[in-house]
Each structure stands twice: as C-alpha cells, then as structure tokens.
C-alpha cells in the first residue's frame, strides 16, 4: 500500500482514475493521507477548473504512511 | 397409432428445443451506459449502518458449502446488537455476498427471496437431491436428442433444473427489484485466462451484454460447473459488433505496463475481451473454485485498490466507511486417506481428486492470510500516521496536521479448521462434496457454522466495537444429530 497527500490551496474533492477520494483537506487545516494501490494514478481535483495541471498521472511507488507522495496542484491566477 | 403421435411430437418438441438452444444465452447490449444494470453503485443500504461494511465470501464445496454458508447466514440473523435506530440483525447490514459455486446457491437464492429464506431454501435446495434430479433429466430421451446438438449441453441442462426447481425463472434484472444490498457476486472462471468472471454488469459490459435479462440459474450454474461433471457454460462475447463501451479511468490506470502484476494482469485481461484483434467471440466458464474456491479474490482487490468496480478503498478514503468486517465461510475439507499406509502409490483418481483440490485449498489458505495480513497493515499504518499527528499537536501546538481516516478492520474466518474437538472436525473434514446431503448432515453443517461465527474471536471483537454491550448468542450442537452424522455406520 502507498500514500499519497493531494496539495491545492483550498479544499477540494480528489480524483483519482475518475473515481472521488473524499477531500484533500482534513478538518484540522492539514491533509488526508490517502492510502492508494501501488503503480499509476491520474489524479485531478474536482469543483471549478482554476487549477493546474488539469489532471497528473503519477506512478506511485516507494512512499511510507509517515512520507507519503505529495501531488501538487497550484491554483490559477 | 397413439404411440406414433406421442413419439412425433416428442420429436417435434425436442427439435424445437434444440432449435431454440443455437441461441447464446446472453443477449447484446444495446448501447454502452456505465451508469445502469446490476452494479454495486445501484443498490441502496436501505437502513444498512451507512459507516459499516460487512462483505461475505462464500466458498465452494456443494451442498456442503451451501449448507455452512446458510448456518451463517442463520448465525447472522441472530447476531442482535442495538444500533441508532434500536435493535438490528447482523445480517441486514450486509454489503457484499462474494459466492463461489456450492456457496453460490445460498447467497442467490437469499438475494431473490429474502423473506422466505430461513423457511424456503432448506426444502428448495439443502434437501434436494440435486444429482438425482440431474441424472433423471439425463435419462429423459427428449434431453439425449438436446444434448445431441451442438448449441446445447450439460451445464444447460443443469441450468434449466436450477431456474425451474430453485430459482423460479428469475432473472438477474429481479435482484435490482427493490434495489437494495447485499450485492450478490456470483464468481466462475474463465476457461481461457484461467480467471476469475463474475456475473456483474461491469463485467458484462466488457462483453457488451446486458446481464439484467440472464437466468441468475445461469449464473450459479456457470459458478459451480465442476469440471468433468458439468460442460463449461459459453457467453457471446458481443464486443466486436461494438456498444460504444468506454473503460473506466480506474481500469485504464491499472492497465499500465509497469504496474505491479496483481493490479496490472487482471486490468489487461478485463480488457482483452473488448480486443478487436484475435477477439474470443465466445467465452467459456467453469466453476469460480478453479480461480478463487473461497471467494475473497475480488473483495481483496475491492479492499485494497481502485482496481475494482466496487472499491472500498475509495469508500474509505470519501469517509463513508469506518468499520470493515470481511467473513469468509469456507467449507473446505481434509479428507483422510490411507495412501502412507501402502508402499504402492495412489491411483489415478486419487491423484486427479488430489490435483483438482489441493492447490486450490492452499491458494484459498494464501487468499484469507492476505487479507488478514493487509487489514493487520492499514490497522497499523492508520495508528502511526494519527499517533504522530497527535505528538505534533501536544509537542508544538500545531492544529493542521495530516491524517489517515480511522476505519477498523475485522477478518474473520470460519472454517472446519476451527472446530476444537478433534473427532467432530475429522467427521466433518471426510464429508463429501456433492450436490445431495442427507437431511441430518446438512442440519450439523448449519449449527456448526453458527457455533463457529458466535465462538469467534474475531467476531467478537468486531461486534463489540459496533455494540459494546453485544454478548454472542450460545450455541448447542445437539449430541444426537452428531451422532446420527458421524457414527462409524451413518451415511453422510
């Protein structure tokens, strides 16, 4: 099992292979660690299209709970 | 004069039946919607405990399967504990029931007719000498000239007994009136891949078929066509005309090359059957025992990726789920034999029962250690992920700390293994696999099945975290009944 933590600013629903994975950010302010199948994901987020890139394909290996694979989407200005 | 006009109409009726049997059983989907039929997504929890998911695999083993499952089933309804809404049964909050040919039949037939269950399917099936009705249909000379013909066989005449006798025509499109869980996945095996097909629309779609007007009889028939006894059960495969099937993201992920194998083999041959080129036209199916004899393949990856049209991963991380409860009824045996005794070695059908079940029941043995293996993991990733989040706050006053949702997973297995007492467990570890019990053996069967559930650790300790105050309901199995099965003299 990986883990995967999904950056946006704002909180936001995440995606992945087109499937909801619940909200990036957690009801403390911090993230959800998601737990994910190893290998290749494409990931986006949902709600308005103000982010970038559109969607991100990661293959993701190598992570622990304590050091999940931070996917980084940043917010268009 | 009489017998002649008997005898042509007989002939008349068999070649109109042998007429009718050229057509494929399952018909072509008129256009690809990933959005309807006999999906997980499209039955309701109707007052199902929303954060807990108890899923259900059923192993093969005849109608000794089909009798230990329904003892749980029967163990489950008992099961009382006191939720939101007062008093419920264990058994109405069930998600998933994963079944495997014997096991098959109690898990269908409880998903059509869940008022009658309890009281109907003993005498409907558990009773039935279903071999005899077989071999009945097989001496009728009007089934010789069918059989005779290429579009019909073996496993559609056993087909046609089960929808008659047990299943009463219904069709998988009934299991979606109402549509409501447990979510009923009839598992065989696909001859060519050696995998496991299960009679969903997911995976129907990859056939563009309509699964919804298919016979469930097909299905269970297809899910216990042991080989040999019964001829595979063949589907058309219809992708070639096209449907516009569009496959899912999570699919086309797990199709990458590089993937690891368990993620990426059975995504890559999920879509082989849509492949233009050296396309199978026609799949055939034998028993799911073949790929997967307990049933817990499809729950494993359902649990432990995305690679499933049901995942519980995904569920888990929306937060919809907080309590996991996998029971796996397997109603495996270890018949003794006296081969040590002789310097000589076993024979040919020693040999061929040997290789038909052995290194099913050491991979079905692997299956259940995965899961317990994979739920110890997240129970423990979960914990270290929350405890240091828990240090970061009190150390430093940090309030945005990242987290794992809390869910709390429970393996429980039942099976023979299980039973302390060693005479009982060999009684019923040399029971035969067939499809005709006597009426006590089965009866032995369904009160050892719920002293196993309400005997088990690990059920307990799932109940209490859904109901502190839970006590498990004794069971007695009656010293009679025992001995009428497993004296030296009783015929089992």
Sequence with gaps: MEHVIVEFPERREVFMGGVSQGDNLNDSGGYWVLPVAEGWHTFTLGGPKDFA????????????????????????? | ?????????????????????????????????????????????EGNADDLLVILAFSGGGTR??????????????????????????????????????????????????????????????????????????????????????????????????????????????LLNPPRRPFIILNATDMTLGHRFEFTQDQFDLLCSDLGPLKVANGVAASSAFPGLLSPLTLKNFSAEGCGYQAPGWLTDAAQKGNPMPRYVPAREALSYQAREH??????LLDGGLADNIGLRGPYMALSSDASPWSVLSRINQGRVRRVVVITANAKTKPSHDWDQRRRAPGVFSVLGFVASGPMDNYSFDTVQMVRDFFTQQNADIKSVNDCAVRIKDACGVTGTDQRRIVDFFAVELSFDAVDDDA??????NLPTSFALPQKTAGLLRVVARSLLMGSKDFHAAMRTIDPAWTPSPVTIDPALRAAVCAPSASR
């Excluded at chain 2, 396309?279 to 055939?284: A, E, K, N, Q, T």
């Excluded at chain 2, 009982?424 to 570890?429: H, W, Y």
């Design chain 2, 424 to 429: 009982l467990r060999g009684c019923l570890d």
């Design chain 2, 1 to 45: 004069m009489r017998v002649t006009v008997q005898s042509l109409l007989l002939l008349a009726a068999a070649a109109l039946l042998v007429a009718c049997a050229g057509q494929p059983i399952n018909t072509k989907l008129g256009a690809f919607d990933g959005t309807s039929g006999y999906r997980y997504r499209n039955l309701s929890s």
């Design chain 2, 65 to 174: 399967a089909a009798a230990f499952s329904f003892g749980v089933m029967e163990g489950l309804s008992d099961t009382k504990y006191r939720g939101r809404n007062g008093e419920r049964a264990l058994l109405e909050d069930v998600d998933v029931i994963s079944s495997v040919s014997g096991g098959s039949f109690t898990a269908a037939y409880y998903a059509l007719f869940r008022k009658e269950f309890f009281k109907e399917f003993p005498g409907t099936f558990l009773h039935r000498d279903i071999e005899g009705d077989l071999l009945l249909r097989a001496l009728s000379p009007v089934n010789w000239v069918r059989l005779a013909s290429p579009g019909f066989d073996r496993i559609d005449m056993a087909a046609e007994l089960y929808d008659e006798v047990i299943f009463k025509g219904a069709k998988f499109s009934d």
């Design chain 2, 279 to 284: 396309g199978r036209p026609y799949i055939h």
């Design chain 1, 53 to 77: 890139p559109e969607s991100q394909g990661v293959d993701v290996r190598g992570t622990t709970p304590g050091q999940p694979l931070h996917i980084v989407f940043t917010k268009k200005v």
